[in-house]
């Protein structure tokens, strides 16, 4: 079976503090598919980053960055910096070797001025 | 961003009414999914489509029944609505990549669904 676990349901930070979201992946394929999707208070679902199992390379996009580990099943996403503008609902997302795509609950970040 | 719209946005129906929502992409895409979205469950896969006439059942399927004769709509439809079923519904978009891996998917708007 396939699990998302997104263990922080809410963070709080002060403008300009760096932040980082933890998601943490369970799957016995050998190929997978890691994503992370930004929901802000608007609604709609945004396409952040996605990440092959075979490649474990660390991406910076920005002040986004995102750090995939296969030893500790872990792919966390760290905002530096932090904007008002980051405060949304972030998912991480897993997809095996079928169709189907699974969800975290979201961690819903809350950055104040 | 991708070409896909959902329809209707908002709807309040009764318990026991028939209720269909529409997904239409002008991407071409081979894959289009349904999802729901409610507090603490992040979104969960109802039912899904891999073709014309190709559909499956994802985690929550119950209660629901897809159609797709056409690569462009994918329809949901709730035979007989319940309160359970009150929820924000999601169509989704999704292609392989040329190396046949699969590629991230890209979502509607959404649909509000109250259900009294």
């Known amino acids: 079976a396939q699990k998302v676990t997104q263990a922080q349901t809410e963070i709080s930070v002060v403008e300009k503090e760096d932040v980082t979201l933890d998601c943490v992946y369970e799957?016995?394929?050998?190929?997978?598919?890691l994503f992370w999707y930004k929901q802000p208070p608007s609604g709609e679902l945004v396409f952040l980053i996605r990440?092959?199992?075979?490649?474990?390379q660390n991406e910076i996009s920005g002040r986004y960055s995102w750090n995939f580990q296969k030893s500790t099943s872990s792919f966390n996403f760290t905002i530096t910096a932090s904007q008002v503008v980051d405060s949304a609902v972030y998912f991480c997302?897993?997809?095996?070797?079928?169709?189907?795509?699974?969800f975290g609950a979201g961690t819903r970040l809350f950055v104040k001025a | 961003d991708a070409g896909i719209t959902q329809s209707p946005r908002h709807k309040v129906t009764e318990t026991g009414t028939p209720v269909t929502l529409r997904c239409h992409q002008t991407?071409?895409?081979?894959?289009m999914y349904w999802y729901r979205q409610d507090p603490g469950h992040g979104l969960r896969l109802i039912h899904y489509?891999?073709?014309?006439?190709?559909?499956d059942k994802g985690e929550v399927s119950d209660g629901y029944s897809v159609s797709r004769s056409k690569t462009e709509d994918f329809l949901l439809t709730l035979e007989s609505a319940t309160s359970s079923q009150t929820s924000v519904y999601f169509c989704?978009?999704?292609?392989?990549?040329?190396?046949?891996?699969?590629?991230?998917?890209?979502f509607g708007p959404g649909t509000r669904l109250t259900v009294l």
């Open positions: 990440r092959n199992s075979f490649d474990e």
């Open positions: 991407e071409n895409h081979r894959y």
């Open positions: 799957t016995r394929d050998t190929t997978y598919y």
């Open positions: 997302a897993l997809r095996g070797g079928g169709f189907k795509t699974i």
């Open positions: 489509s891999y073709g014309v006439k190709d559909t």
């Open positions: 989704a978009i999704s292609d392989p990549t040329d190396r046949g891996h699969y590629n991230e998917q890209f």
